[in-house]
């Protein structure tokens, strides 16, 4: 986390920054600051604190061949931590710029940044040092969704419960809120909001960088789930102009996943999040743009460059376009099921979608592989865990590991032609009836926490009839692209579509969305990096 640079290593820095000279006290950057450099110590000594209403918590002391900075230095966005000079200093000073540059070129002393930078954003993470803090409710589905939205960004906060937290009163009485406005998010100590938006959060804790209607991108990538990342990573490592346009998080369906175990390259597995933060980094320190909670509400394809129309009015051009929006989990039929989503209803089964749970049984619904890894997960904490599924068994649908992991726990149970019927309760959800399809049986049990995991359906309304979709609603590409679609869609040009080309030239679909795909994160991952290179054919006509 805190490496000390070598002579040699901090003499090639040298050549990107220039030297600076502060006195004792003075501040080389503060907490919100934006644009903030990079700097190495060479002489003296200089304080990284963390701001906290008039007090500071102390995080490290940098000395020569030091650095400062963390991950955010990158990702263009507000600093968290304040720097200052404890004594008289000598540093580096390094734009943002030429950090880029730096990373992009020297492969040892970017090994050692980027290591430090995604440990330090780690230990910020761990401690809640961030410039957030959150009053909620454990009973309140926005303070979930608030929650799991800052989670799912790397964004570090501080938790108050309304039910849990002797001391919220206070916190609500120097705001000047009350209970009856939770989920409330307080920005760097000075701004309140009650109810936000992620939209608004991601505004007021500086997370985008302003867009430029005036830009025209190479590549716009609508979707920074793992085939829309990798696309973002190869794209901006290869010299083009990468926009990442994503609705919520980065990483998609499979940011959601408490873990990943069958992905090549991590043999005891890595958490979704974790996946898409790694992702995210490699992205950003090549240079791609990403904007989150800027969900993409149409494309006109009948303006080249292509128009992007984002909600909230703002619209961005692009020569080339890359559809990796992915899939959502089909919703339960059930008449009042959207009173206890995010109470008692989940779509996600990580850390903090477990947190409400509280060792309490639970359900999972669903039979393929996010659902048995939920399963395994949840039942780490909970006495006991149920598994509904409507076929015979999991075999068609779940990879053999899990399916031998969930046999092997003991409190685990598995419902086999099981679906729920019923969800009952106040504020929250208390009782769920199942019925056995087989014997027509139905069980009504106490559990309040159910997670859905069940099919797939893509997120393609906001394309308006703009590509040609199969019966599912899925984009269809290549050589799904019968002569008949070519010719309703009106193709006008020579070529048929590339691999991952759409029925509009120079438009991409990869990963979950697009129709035939395999639907696992690795296929997704290499959909995208290979998509890149057909994307640089087309800019080239």
Known sequence: MFPVLAEAQIARIGRFGTEWTLRAGELLFDEGDRDVPFHVVLEGEVEIVHPRGNLEEPVTVHR?????????????????????????????RVERSELHRLVQTDAEVSEVLMRAFILRRMGLLAGGKGDAVVVGSQHSAATLRVQAFLTRNGHPYRYVDVERDLDFQSLLDEFHVTVADVPVLICRGDRVLKNPSNAEVAECLGFNATLQPGVIHDVVICGAGPGGLAAAVYAASEGLDVLVLEESSPGGQAGTSSKIENYLGFPTGISGQALAARALSQAEKFGAKIAVARGVVRLRCDEVPFRIELAGGDSIRARAVIVATGAQYRKLDLPNLERFEGVGVYYSATYVEAQRCDREEVIVVGGGNSAGQAATFLARSSPRVHILIRGPGLA???????????????????????????????????????????????????????????????NTDWLFGCLALDANGFVCTGTDLTPERLKQARWAIARPPYLFETSQPHVFAVGDVRASSVKRVASAVGEGSVCVQLVHKVLAE
């Open 64 to 92: 020569r061949g030091e650095f400062t900075g963390e991950i955010s230095l990158l990702a263009d966005r507000r600093s968290l931590v304040r720097g200052r000079a404890r004594t008289a200093v000598r540093v580096i």
């Open 396 to 458: 068609s649908s779940m990879s053999r590991y899990l399916i031998q992991r969930i046999e092997e726990t003991p409190n685990i149970t598995l419902h086999r032609q099981t679906q729920i019927v019923g969800l009952d309760g106040g504020d929250h959800l208390e009782s769920v009836t199942w019925s056995d399809d087989a014997t027509g049986e139905r069980v009504v049990r106490p559990v309040r926490h159910v997670f859905a995991m069940t099919g797939a359906k893509p």
